[in-house]
Protein backbone atom coordinates (compact mmCIF):
# COMPACT_ATOMS: atom_id res chain seq x y z
CA UNK A 1 0.00 0.00 0.00
CA UNK A 2 1.43 3.39 -0.76
CA UNK A 3 1.77 6.18 1.45
CA UNK A 4 -0.64 8.46 1.29
CA UNK A 5 -1.46 12.25 1.40
CA UNK A 6 -3.32 11.54 4.78
CA UNK A 7 -0.41 9.70 6.07
CA UNK A 8 1.91 12.52 5.41
CA UNK A 9 -0.25 15.07 6.79
CA UNK A 10 -0.08 12.42 9.89
CA UNK A 11 3.68 13.10 10.20
CA UNK A 12 3.16 16.70 10.59
CA UNK A 13 0.88 16.06 13.37
CA UNK A 14 3.20 13.41 15.04
CA UNK A 15 6.14 15.89 14.56
CA UNK A 16 8.05 13.57 11.98
CA UNK A 17 9.78 14.79 9.26
CA UNK A 18 9.01 14.34 5.65
CA UNK A 19 12.47 13.40 3.38
CA UNK A 20 11.40 14.05 -0.14
CA UNK A 21 13.71 14.18 -3.72
CA UNK A 22 13.06 14.19 -7.04
CA UNK A 23 13.51 11.00 -9.73
CA UNK A 24 12.65 11.58 -13.75
CA UNK A 25 13.70 7.32 -14.05
CA UNK A 26 13.39 3.72 -13.23
CA UNK A 27 16.96 2.98 -11.51
CA UNK A 28 16.79 6.28 -9.35
CA UNK A 29 13.17 5.51 -8.21
CA UNK A 30 13.86 2.10 -7.93
CA UNK A 31 17.30 2.97 -5.27
CA UNK A 32 14.58 5.80 -3.63
CA UNK A 33 12.36 3.06 -2.59
CA UNK A 34 14.57 0.50 -1.03
CA UNK A 35 15.90 3.48 1.49
CA UNK A 36 12.60 4.16 2.13
CA UNK A 37 11.68 7.29 1.35
CA UNK A 38 8.01 8.60 2.00
CA UNK A 39 7.70 10.62 -1.29
CA UNK A 40 8.78 11.20 -4.54
CA UNK A 41 8.60 14.55 -6.63
CA UNK A 42 8.54 14.19 -10.54
CA UNK A 43 9.81 17.55 -10.93
CA UNK A 44 9.45 19.55 -14.15
CA UNK A 45 13.36 20.30 -13.05
CA UNK A 46 14.15 17.34 -15.08
CA UNK A 47 13.84 19.78 -17.79
CA UNK A 48 17.63 21.11 -16.63
CA UNK A 49 19.00 18.22 -15.12
CA UNK A 50 17.92 15.54 -17.76
CA UNK A 51 16.71 17.47 -20.91
CA UNK A 52 19.31 20.44 -20.92
CA UNK A 53 16.83 22.87 -21.02
CA UNK A 54 17.95 26.40 -19.51
CA UNK A 55 14.63 26.64 -17.39
CA UNK A 56 11.57 24.28 -16.64
CA UNK A 57 9.62 26.71 -18.69
CA UNK A 58 9.90 24.67 -22.41
CA UNK A 59 8.86 21.17 -20.49
CA UNK A 60 5.52 19.40 -21.96
CA UNK A 61 2.85 17.54 -19.94
CA UNK A 62 4.01 14.64 -22.36
CA UNK A 63 7.31 14.59 -21.21
CA UNK A 64 6.18 14.63 -17.53
CA UNK A 65 3.91 11.50 -18.34
CA UNK A 66 7.01 9.83 -19.62
CA UNK A 67 9.29 10.36 -17.30
CA UNK A 68 6.67 9.35 -14.40
CA UNK A 69 5.49 6.58 -15.55
CA UNK A 70 9.03 4.45 -14.88
CA UNK A 71 9.18 5.99 -11.35
CA UNK A 72 5.65 4.58 -10.51
CA UNK A 73 6.64 1.11 -12.19
CA UNK A 74 9.42 1.57 -10.61
CA UNK A 75 8.05 2.08 -6.51
CA UNK A 76 5.33 0.23 -4.74
CA UNK A 77 5.29 2.03 -1.37
CA UNK A 78 6.57 5.79 -2.21
CA UNK A 79 3.87 8.53 -2.73
CA UNK A 80 4.38 9.77 -6.41
CA UNK A 81 3.72 13.42 -6.85
CA UNK A 82 4.13 14.72 -10.76
CA UNK A 83 4.90 18.39 -11.24
CA UNK A 84 1.86 19.84 -13.82
CA UNK A 85 4.22 21.93 -15.84
CA UNK A 86 4.11 25.88 -17.81
CA UNK A 87 0.76 26.46 -19.31
CA UNK A 88 -0.99 22.63 -18.13
CA UNK A 89 -2.84 24.25 -15.58
CA UNK A 90 -3.01 28.22 -16.16
CA UNK A 91 -5.26 28.81 -19.02
CA UNK A 92 -8.55 27.41 -17.84
CA UNK A 93 -10.21 25.50 -15.37
CA UNK A 94 -10.90 22.83 -18.16
CA UNK A 95 -7.08 22.91 -19.08
CA UNK A 96 -5.81 22.37 -15.47
CA UNK A 97 -8.69 19.10 -14.71
CA UNK A 98 -8.08 17.82 -17.94
CA UNK A 99 -4.46 17.70 -17.60
CA UNK A 100 -4.44 16.44 -14.20
CA UNK A 101 -6.56 14.00 -14.33
CA UNK A 102 -4.37 12.85 -17.33
CA UNK A 103 -1.14 12.58 -15.40
CA UNK A 104 -2.73 10.84 -12.44
CA UNK A 105 -4.38 8.54 -15.25
CA UNK A 106 -1.76 7.61 -17.62
CA UNK A 107 1.36 7.69 -15.11
CA UNK A 108 -0.20 5.88 -12.06
CA UNK A 109 0.93 9.00 -9.67
CA UNK A 110 -1.13 9.74 -6.15
CA UNK A 111 -0.75 13.63 -6.67
CA UNK A 112 0.01 16.19 -8.95
CA UNK A 113 1.91 19.45 -7.84
CA UNK A 114 0.92 23.25 -8.98
CA UNK A 115 3.14 26.51 -8.86
CA UNK A 116 1.25 30.00 -7.07
CA UNK A 117 -0.86 30.99 -4.76
CA UNK A 118 -4.17 32.94 -4.27
CA UNK A 119 -4.38 33.28 -8.64
CA UNK A 120 -4.65 29.96 -8.76
CA UNK A 121 -6.58 28.94 -5.42
CA UNK A 122 -9.74 28.52 -7.63
CA UNK A 123 -8.08 26.53 -9.60
CA UNK A 124 -7.11 23.84 -7.00
CA UNK A 125 -10.12 23.90 -5.27
CA UNK A 126 -11.66 22.48 -8.55
CA UNK A 127 -9.27 20.15 -8.75
CA UNK A 128 -9.46 18.79 -5.27
CA UNK A 129 -13.31 18.49 -5.70
CA UNK A 130 -13.25 16.07 -8.62
CA UNK A 131 -10.44 14.24 -6.31
CA UNK A 132 -7.18 15.07 -8.02
CA UNK A 133 -4.96 15.11 -4.24
CA UNK A 134 -2.68 18.85 -5.19
CA UNK A 135 0.23 19.84 -3.56
CA UNK A 136 0.92 23.64 -3.90
CA UNK A 137 4.46 25.48 -4.41
CA UNK A 138 5.25 29.24 -3.11
CA UNK A 139 7.99 30.99 -2.53
CA UNK A 140 10.49 30.99 -5.87
CA UNK A 141 8.15 29.57 -8.47
CA UNK A 142 10.30 28.34 -11.54
CA UNK A 143 7.36 28.77 -13.52
CA UNK A 144 7.56 32.52 -13.36
CA UNK A 145 11.24 33.01 -13.01
CA UNK A 146 11.07 35.56 -15.51
CA UNK A 147 8.70 37.43 -14.02
CA UNK A 148 10.52 36.83 -10.33
CA UNK A 149 13.66 38.09 -12.38
CA UNK A 150 16.02 35.07 -12.16
CA UNK A 151 16.00 32.15 -9.11
CA UNK A 152 16.48 34.91 -5.93
CA UNK A 153 15.34 34.68 -2.58
CA UNK A 154 11.74 35.72 -2.09
CA UNK A 155 10.15 37.20 1.26
CA UNK A 156 12.40 39.43 1.64
CA UNK A 157 10.78 42.35 2.13
CA UNK A 158 7.79 42.31 4.73
CA UNK A 159 5.42 43.57 1.89
CA UNK A 160 6.34 40.13 -0.36
CA UNK A 161 6.95 37.64 3.22
CA UNK A 162 3.40 38.96 4.02
CA UNK A 163 2.00 37.78 0.21
CA UNK A 164 3.63 34.58 0.64
CA UNK A 165 2.26 33.90 3.82
CA UNK A 166 -1.35 34.75 2.63
CA UNK A 167 -0.94 33.07 -0.38
CA UNK A 168 -0.49 29.97 1.85
CA UNK A 169 -3.61 30.15 4.02
CA UNK A 170 -5.19 30.29 0.56
CA UNK A 171 -3.61 27.36 -0.43
CA UNK A 172 -4.20 25.74 2.50
CA UNK A 173 -7.98 26.79 2.58
CA UNK A 174 -8.59 25.53 -1.68
CA UNK A 175 -7.69 21.87 0.02
CA UNK A 176 -4.04 21.70 -0.97
CA UNK A 177 -2.64 18.57 1.89
CA UNK A 178 1.01 20.00 1.78
CA UNK A 179 3.21 23.16 0.47
CA UNK A 180 6.13 23.37 -0.89
CA UNK A 181 8.53 26.38 0.52
CA UNK A 182 11.05 27.14 -1.78
CA UNK A 183 14.38 29.62 -1.14
CA UNK A 184 12.15 31.65 1.81
CA UNK A 185 13.85 33.37 4.45
CA UNK A 186 13.77 30.78 7.49
CA UNK A 187 11.94 33.11 9.94
CA UNK A 188 8.99 33.47 7.42
CA UNK A 189 8.77 29.27 6.66
CA UNK A 190 8.77 28.96 9.96
CA UNK A 191 5.57 31.26 10.52
CA UNK A 192 3.85 29.40 7.75
CA UNK A 193 4.69 26.11 9.36
CA UNK A 194 3.47 27.00 12.63
CA UNK A 195 -0.15 28.36 11.24
CA UNK A 196 -0.63 25.95 8.87
CA UNK A 197 -2.23 22.24 9.77
CA UNK A 198 -0.99 20.88 6.53
CA UNK A 199 2.91 20.19 6.42
CA UNK A 200 5.29 22.49 4.52
CA UNK A 201 8.15 21.15 2.45
CA UNK A 202 10.92 23.40 2.69
CA UNK A 203 13.87 23.89 -0.25
CA UNK A 204 16.40 26.50 0.80
CA UNK A 205 13.85 27.74 2.94
CA UNK A 206 15.45 26.48 6.31
CA UNK A 207 15.03 23.80 8.65
CA UNK A 208 11.69 24.53 10.32
CA UNK A 209 9.64 23.09 7.45
CA UNK A 210 7.91 19.49 8.26
CA UNK A 211 10.35 18.31 5.18
CA UNK A 212 12.69 19.09 3.48
CA UNK A 213 13.03 18.26 -0.92
CA UNK A 214 16.26 18.00 -3.02
CA UNK A 215 16.88 17.07 -6.22
CA UNK A 216 18.30 14.00 -6.46
CA UNK A 217 21.34 14.86 -9.06
CA UNK A 218 22.04 17.59 -6.36
CA UNK A 219 22.04 15.34 -3.13
CA UNK A 220 24.59 12.87 -5.20
CA UNK A 221 26.99 15.47 -7.26
CA UNK A 222 25.54 14.27 -10.32
CA UNK A 223 24.93 17.75 -11.91
CA UNK A 224 27.36 20.33 -12.32
CA UNK A 225 25.98 23.29 -14.67
CA UNK A 226 24.56 24.70 -11.45
CA UNK A 227 25.25 24.23 -7.40
CA UNK A 228 22.74 26.02 -5.60
CA UNK A 229 23.35 26.89 -2.49
CA UNK A 230 20.69 25.20 -0.44
CA UNK A 231 21.77 21.72 -2.21
CA UNK A 232 23.90 19.09 0.07
CA UNK A 233 26.15 16.92 -2.06
CA UNK A 234 26.38 14.02 -0.08
CA UNK A 235 28.97 12.27 -3.39
CA UNK A 236 30.18 13.29 -5.95
CA UNK A 237 29.07 10.70 -8.33
CA UNK A 238 30.26 12.64 -11.09
CA UNK A 239 33.79 12.80 -10.14
CA UNK A 240 33.44 8.86 -9.35
CA UNK A 241 31.93 8.53 -13.10
CA UNK A 242 34.21 10.19 -15.04
CA UNK A 243 37.59 8.17 -13.10
CA UNK A 244 35.60 5.11 -13.54
CA UNK A 245 35.32 5.90 -17.66
CA UNK A 246 38.88 6.87 -17.82
CA UNK A 247 39.87 3.31 -16.40
CA UNK A 248 37.60 1.58 -19.09
CA UNK A 249 38.84 3.65 -21.64
CA UNK A 250 42.27 2.97 -20.45
CA UNK A 251 41.71 -0.77 -20.10
CA UNK A 252 39.85 -1.23 -23.62
CA UNK A 253 43.01 0.74 -25.13
CA UNK A 254 45.21 -1.65 -23.90
CA UNK A 255 43.90 -4.65 -23.95
CA UNK A 256 42.67 -5.54 -20.51
CA UNK A 257 38.98 -5.75 -20.80
CA UNK A 258 37.14 -7.57 -21.31
CA UNK A 259 39.71 -10.31 -19.82
CA UNK A 260 38.39 -13.94 -19.62
CA UNK A 261 36.45 -13.02 -16.59
CA UNK A 262 33.98 -11.05 -19.04
CA UNK A 263 33.92 -13.45 -21.79
CA UNK A 264 32.40 -16.40 -22.99
CA UNK A 265 34.03 -19.49 -24.45
CA UNK A 266 32.88 -22.77 -26.75
CA UNK A 267 34.92 -26.31 -25.56
CA UNK A 268 37.51 -27.26 -27.55
CA UNK A 269 35.39 -30.12 -28.77
CA UNK A 270 33.06 -28.36 -30.20
CA UNK A 271 35.93 -26.00 -31.48
CA UNK A 272 37.72 -28.72 -33.75
CA UNK A 273 34.16 -29.22 -35.15
CA UNK A 274 33.77 -26.09 -36.89
CA UNK A 275 35.46 -25.68 -40.49
CA UNK A 276 37.57 -22.26 -41.30
Known amino acids: MRISIKDLQKMKKKGLKIPMLTAYDYTSAQILEKVQIPIILVGDS ?8 ESTIPVTLDEMIYHAKPVVRATKKTHIVVDL ?3 SYQTNMTDAIKNAGKVL ?7 VKLEGGKQIALTIKHLVNMGIPV ?3 LGLTPQSVYQ ?6 QGKTAKNAQKIIDDASYLEDSGVYAIVLESIPTQIAKIITDKL ?3 TIGIGSGVYCDGQVQVFHDLIGLFDDFKPKHAKRYLELSKLIQESTLNYISEVNTGKFPSEKESFFITEDELKQIKY
Do not use: C, D, R
Not at 48 to 53: A, D, I, N, P
Not at 105 to 111: C, L, V
Not at 148 to 153: M, P, V
Open 46 to 53: LGQVVLGY
Open 85 to 87: PFL
Open 105 to 111: KETGAQS
Open 135 to 137: MGH
Open 148 to 153: QGGYSI
Open 197 to 199: SIP
